[in-house]
């Protein structure tokens, strides 16, 4: 595919096909900027979390989950300084009247003067907070105003010295936590990249201060660990060390993990040296001590803070760009006629994020025995392996071209040599499309060396 335009069109209709990614409240025309996830969607998404857990949480004695709250109180938020300057420049065209971000229009001075739309003129920039306001209980005036959050971190920095209460913990030590943000964004675009609704997987990770470079380090191997895990090309992710003018006013080193969407290198991941800043300004504003006393050393100090923040959606994103792949397979050649080539469409995604590992077929659906059989070692496959699909809906060759667009890794196929010959099973990988006879006894073992283990 030569157009990166055209691949990116074919990955939104594959997930419209497929199950994957709906437009929200599409039988109303939609809403800009939400997308709902269908089946095979919320599957991939829940894999991409289990293999987050897997690697950041799980088994890490100094890591404690959350799941803060949605609503906050405001001042929550007047503290970080979302409420006075979390904002984009935006622009509004004098003649259509639509909006836009200033710092996304392409072009010379001349040109980002003018509505990308209808060429009208543009008015002059000003500031718009991306806050969803709302507000808590009966009456509505300034003290019962709240935000829909746009990130997670600040529930975690305002959970800091519950955590210290509950799990006395030593430094240094992290907050994990996986949740719903909300961002008002001026002109959401590229799918699932930028959307006003979207998840963040965030880890608030606190250390000495004096010892801020060694975790720094760890979380930058451990993100780049991640990525491998489930399954990005490593050379379509490049490392950007943020330069100071373009860091955030607390943020003493950021790194960019960006990736190569068909739409350009655009950021996947960030990790930030956050200082002290957070948890100062709540300390400051709430007037409640958030300091770590150290038994060891007998120093009283407010810890710093190491931030590995990852884009759910995004993540999803990147994947699927990955893994959309075309090939030519089943070719049929006839004699005395050229050979017929059909296009295959498949998603190459790794095992580990897979909505399905294994399919089963019956190779026909009218065939009581057939059927008998494949249900028999279906079940006995998904007492193994969770995530196996159960699938005679039309002809083999369709269920081969529904679950390679699904992406998964291998399919077996219960045909007449399973029941007359006890020969065992057809199992086919999707990548390449060779079939491998199985037997029956063999099979379990054979399936989880091939997707490297069940999740």
Request: charged letters at 35%; hydrophobic letters at 35%.
């Amino acid at each position: 595919m030569d157009k990166k335009e055209d691949k990116m069109d074919a990955i939104v209709a594959l997930c419209k096909r497929r199950g994957f990614v709906f437009q929200g409240s599409e039988i109303y025309g939609g809403l800009a900027g939400t997308w709902d996830y269908g089946p095979f969607g919320e599957a991939l998404k829940w894999n991409i979390k289990e293999a987050w857990y897997r690697r950041f949480v799980w088994g890490k004695r100094n890591m404690f989950k959350v799941d803060a709250a949605i609503l906050m109180n405001q001042k929550v938020w007047q503290a970080s300084g979302h409420a006075a300057g979390f904002a984009d420049p935006l622009v509004e065209c004098k003649k259509c009247k639509h909006r836009f971000r200033a710092d996304q229009i392409e072009g010379d001075a001349a040109t980002k003067k003018k509505c990308p739309d209808c060429g009208g003129e543009l008015g002059a920039e000003r500031k718009f907070n991306m806050m969803f306001e709302t507000h808590v209980g009966a009456i509505q005036d300034d003290s019962s105003i709240s935000y829909l959050r746009p990130e997670t971190a600040q529930g975690m920095f305002v959970n800091f010295k519950n955590i210290l209460d509950t799990q006395h913990p030593r430094l240094p030590f992290g907050m994990a936590q996986i949740g719903k943000a909300f961002r008002n964004e001026i002109a959401p675009r590229d799918f699932l990249f930028r959307s006003r609704e979207f998840e963040q997987m965030e880890i608030e990770y606190f250390v000495n201060p004096k010892k801020w470079e060694e975790s720094f380090e760890y979380f930058r191997t451990e993100m780049k660990g991640f990525m491998n895990d489930v399954g990005l090309t490593a050379s379509k992710v490049h490392e950007l060390e943020v330069p100071e003018s373009d860091r955030a006013h607390y943020s003493k080193r950021t790194i960019d993990f960006e990736y190569d969407f068909p739409f350009g290198k655009k950021e996947l991941y960030g990790l930030a040296y956050r200082g002290d800043f957070d948890l100062k300004q709540h300390s400051d504003f709430s007037k409640v001590g958030l300091s770590y006393y150290d038994e060891e050393t007998k120093e009283r100090f407010i810890p710093h803070c190491i931030e590995p923040s990852f884009g759910l959606d995004r993540t999803v994103l990147a994947i699927l760009c990955d893994a959309y792949t075309e090939d030519e397979m089943g070719s049929v050649k006839e004699e005395g006629k050229e050979e017929k080539k059909e296009k295959r469409v498949y998603l190459r995604l790794h095992p580990r994020v897979a909505p399905y590992k294994v399919a089963v077929f019956p190779l026909l659906r009218n065939k009581p025995e057939l059927i008998k059989k494949a249900e028999e070692i279906f079940k006995t496959i998904q007492k193994e392996i969770p995530m196996t699909d159960y699938d005679d809906n039309g002809n083999i060759g369709k269920r081969y071209r529904r679950q390679d667009e699904i992406g998964t890794p291998l399919c077996v196929t219960v045909d007449f040599e399973t029941i007359e010959k006890g020969n065992g099973v057809t199992v086919r990988d999707r990548d390449s499309g060779k079939q491998e006879r199985v037997a029956e006894a063999d099979l379990l073992g054979y399936l989880k060396e091939r997707i490297g283990g069940v999740n």
